[in-house]
Structures are given as structure tokens and as C-alpha cells.
């Protein structure tokens, strides 16, 4: 059983490194956007889209790629993403998307991702450190429970 993790990581690699410990357990194929545009999606069982938080919303890349998906029946997606508020409620706005391209969208996971845009530089940035190894392990654990629930 073939899974995808497409993510968009523009500012600091926050969102890169969750992705990478999901795609360990996952043993997943980890593209961005623009590669997995040429790729078929139908090969994978189970499709993850990941972004960094910016001005309130995942990268226009990731958007530019749900936007020009075929609509796929009952196919199992995740979402993820890192900001600096840590926010659950900014997966929304993708899993709203997916939904409407007939995904069945399994969980999502969201964790607190260092910040040092424009005037947050100033004073060191905010969220030092983070995502740290104890937001890592629960990506992994969130991987695990997906792994479990047979989605894959
Ligand atoms: C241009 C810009 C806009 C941002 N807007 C938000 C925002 O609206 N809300 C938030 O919580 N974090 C915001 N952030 C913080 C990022 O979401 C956070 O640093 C995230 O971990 C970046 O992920 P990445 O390193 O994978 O790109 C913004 C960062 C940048 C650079």
C-alpha cells in the first residue's frame, strides 16, 4: 500500500522536518508540490498535504495543487502543518478542500514552527527550537495512528 506526502516548507523547514518523520513511519514518497504535479496520484492508497501557516493559510503551491486535482472518490488524504500559533483550525481550510475533491480526510496534526518573519527577527524570532523533538515524536505517533486505523 503506496502512500504520498506532498508539502510545501517555504520559510524555515519546519514543516519539511514533520513531514519527514511522518514519511519514516509512513515509509512514504515525500514530494512538493511541483514534482508530484507529474505524478499519477491514483498509484498511492493514502495522500498527505503539508504547509507552513502563511498570512493565515497553507502556501499558494499546495493550494495551486488541491485546486488542479482531478476529483478522486472516497481516497484517504491527512493533513499537517507548522505556524507560529500552533493553530488546529488552520488545517481547515485544506481539509475543506480535499473534502469537496471527494477525499475522505483521516486525521490532521498541527505543531508550533519557529517564526522569524519581518519583525519577529527583531527580537530572535518566536517559537526557538521548535517543532523540538517532543512535536517530532507526536508526528510520528499521529503517523502510527494512521498506520493502525488501516487507512493504510
Ligand atoms: C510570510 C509569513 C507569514 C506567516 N503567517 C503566519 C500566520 O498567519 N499565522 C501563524 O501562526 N504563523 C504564521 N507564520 C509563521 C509560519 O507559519 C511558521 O514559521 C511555520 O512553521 C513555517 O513553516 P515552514 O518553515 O515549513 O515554512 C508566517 C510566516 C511567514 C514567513
Known sequence: MKTLIVCS???RGNT?????A???ILD?????PQEAD???LEQYDL????????GG????SIEKFVFGLPRFRGRKAFVFSTSWRGKPSYNEYLKNKLTCKGFDVA???CCKGFNCFGPFKLIGGLNKGRPNKEDVEKARDFARKLKSQECI
Open 9 to 11: 516548507s517555504m520559510h
Open 57 to 60: 493559510r497553507p502556501h499558494k
Open 38 to 40: 507529474l505524478v499519477n
Open 107 to 109: 486525521g490532521d496534526f
Open 16 to 20: 519539511k522536518m514533520i513531514a519527514e
Open 22 to 24: 511522518m514519511a519514516e
Open 47 to 54: 495522500v498527505g498535504f503539508g504547509s507552513g501557516v502563511y
Open 28 to 32: 512514504a514518497d515525500l514530494m512538493e
